[in-house]
């Protein structure tokens, strides 16, 4: 942990989140909370909002924050999942029409205007904070999936769920070679089509093809309100490895912005 006014910063800029929300918004993901280094941290850094992920069994954080004048609003609680990836044991997708194309440079747009609506009425952290604009979060949403598009050296990649040559959904993955990990960042099915077992035979396909290509684990999280895709993990040998809660501070709650 950091003293009030020495050492290393515990609050990382956002340049993205900044940009898009017209704040300066700063992030930090932290196993333990030192609440004076953080207020002295939210007024040499002029933080308008600070999102923090802590363990969730750290909520006495927020007892120590406001101690020291900091309210700070729970913003919501993610749910971390995991499964080895072992080619025997692994389902195959229902629909024999199901295909995962990787998506390219053409289809940002289509990327970005699929992620607009799929998460038009998802419920995230940000909903949570009356700071950020309802419309700013969207378009968050559909920035955060273009980044994927077309797949890069980091080992992010992007794909394009189809029904007989139709897009229904996609879903960005990012690879952790080193740790022989794949991590699902972010995946929807359109509304129009859900209900028919999409997501589900996505998740297969997606599970199948990192096995065939020699990753060992697969990793994906989600808020933990969203039961669906729960239900579906836990149904394909998915194991809940850890919860955290993502807390909003800032100096700016109850006055106006300037
Ligand atoms: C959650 C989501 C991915 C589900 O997609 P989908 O293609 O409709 O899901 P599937 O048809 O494969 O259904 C999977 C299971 O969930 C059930 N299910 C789907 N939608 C449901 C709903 N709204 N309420 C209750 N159960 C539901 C299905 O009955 C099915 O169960 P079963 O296989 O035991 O019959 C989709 O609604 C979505 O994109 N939501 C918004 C974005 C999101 O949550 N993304 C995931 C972030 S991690």
Redesign the pocket.
Known sequence: MTTAGSGPLTLAFSPTESARFGLRVFRANLSAVDADALRAELESERVDVAILRIPARALGAVAALTKVGLQSIVADTLVHYSTALDRATLAVPKNALLRLRPAGDADTASIAAMART??A??ISHYHANPLFAPDAIADGYAEWAARSVPANDEGRSAWIVELGGTA??FSCIQICADRGEAH?V??????A???????????RATLIQHADAGIRRFV????VH????Q??WA?EGFRLDRAENTLHLSPLFGRERS
């Open positions: 799929i998460f009425d998802y229904v959904g699902g972010l995946n929807g099915i359109l509304p089509a859900r209900g028919r077992g999409a997501y589900r035979d996505m998740l994906i999280s989600t808020q969203n039961l669906v895709v239900r579906v149904d």
